[in-house]
């Protein structure tokens, strides 16, 4: 059974950065066999995505909302998955959650992964 773990989530002020991390583990197959993506969602919002990264990490999607701000990268040695955000924006704001899904190619819709963290909080103070 696939388990994946988040870190990394705290309190930042406005115009600071973040990293957090997605540890895989107990997948049955290779953990670059599986796409991973991270998704979002604050109090009373729907889960968003965020970004997402194939198997081989040869095709990245970012949201718009956090072009240019945040970038998603991963480990296959280390079966890691990292999302670093800068810029950070009281917008986002949300419990990040890293997900899974049993294909190569990356998708932006939660629907679509198999596998989900608990989550970790992410605060931006204005």
């Known amino acids: 059974q696939v388990h994946l773990v988040e870190s990394g989530g705290g309190l930042v002020q406005a115009g600071g950065s973040l990293r957090l991390s997605c540890f895989f583990s107990?997948?049955?197959?290779?953990?670059?066999?599986?796409?991973i993506g991270w998704f979002r969602q604050a109090p009373g919002e729907e889960r968003e995505f965020v970004a997402a990264?194939?198997?081989?990490?040869?095709?990245?999607q970012y949201a718009d909302s956090v072009k240019g701000r945040f970038t998603i990268s991963r480990d296959n040695a280390k079966n890691t998955v990292d999302l670093q955000m800068n810029t950070l924006k009281p917008e986002d704001t949300a419990v990040y959650f890293c997900?899974?899904?049993?294909?190569?190619?990356?998708?932006?819709?939660?629907?679509?992964?198999?596998?989900w963290g608990q989550g970790t909080q992410v605060t931006i103070s204005s």
């Open positions: 997900a899974a899904r049993r294909v190569v190619l990356v998708a932006d819709t939660p629907g679509r992964y198999d596998y």
């Open positions: 107990g997948g049955a197959f290779s953990f670059r066999t599986y796409a």
């Open positions: 990264i194939s198997g081989s990490a040869g095709r990245i």
